[in-house]
């Protein structure tokens, strides 16, 4: 949905190897979406999964 894509999109646009995102953004999301920090976890990791299991589908589809 658009809230997981938003939040993984600006995940992406702050990590870059092991930095997190700057606490003012973080708190943002926070308060944007009304949610929990634990939440906002979850939600970038099933985003990642979803990404990676669907990069995986088409890389088996394009071998057979």
């Given at each position: ?22 606490d ?29 299991d669907?990069?995986?589908n ?7």
């Amino acid at each position: 949905d658009l809230r997981d894509q938003d939040i993984l999109r600006t995940y992406m646009m702050y990590e870059d190897g092991k930095k997190h995102l700057p606490d003012g953004v973080f708190q943002h999301l926070l308060k944007k979406y009304n949610t929990t920090p634990e939440n906002l976890r979850q939600v970038k990791g099933r985003s990642l999964k979803k990404i990676k299991d669907l990069l995986l589908n088409n890389k088996n589809l394009q071998n057979n």
